[in-house]
């Protein structure tokens, strides 16, 4: 079973920056897919951006391209999602997902391809 850890949450102003950290204490998450997905309230968690174990590649959701990065560190054993820009709707619980093979089949960062979950952090955009 892979535990997600996720960490770098809070409260910004609009048009400031977050990075968001998602580990696995004592499991490597070499070769793993990794997705960011977040849960706004009243709403259905969706998918922000994923990265490929394999090769790196990245997919991330129209709402966040341009202002989201998604990075992994192996040495760290940690998947960042570096947010800039940051708008009020971009307010909600940020989780980080592993599948359970390690890679997911279409990658298409869908919620629905992810198996284990962190607890999530908060992040909340406002003046």
């Known amino acids: 079973q892979v535990q997600l850890v996720e960490s770098g949450g809070g409260l910004v102003q609009p048009g400031g920056s977050l990075r968001l950290s998602c580990a696995a204490p004592?499991?490597?998450?070499?070769?793993?897919?990794i997705g960011w997905f977040r849960q706004a309230p009243g709403k259905e968690r969706e998918g922000v951006s994923c990265?490929?174990?394999?090769?790196?590649?990245?997919v991330y959701a129209d709402s966040v391209k341009g202002r989201f990065t998604i990075s992994r560190d192996n040495a760290k054993n940690t998947v960042y999602l570096q947010m800039n820009s940051l708008k009020p709707e971009d307010t909600a619980v940020y989780y980080c997902?592993?599948?359970?093979?390690?890679?997911?089949?279409?990658?298409?960062?869908?919620?629905?391809?992810?198996?284990?979950w962190g607890q999530g952090t908060q992040v909340t955009v406002s003046s």
């Open positions: 997902a592993a599948p359970l093979l390690g890679f997911t089949v279409q990658a298409l960062c869908t919620r629905d391809e992810y198996d284990y």
């Open positions: 004592g499991f490597s998450l070499d070769y793993y897919d």
């Open positions: 990265i490929s174990g394999s090769d790196g590649s990245t």
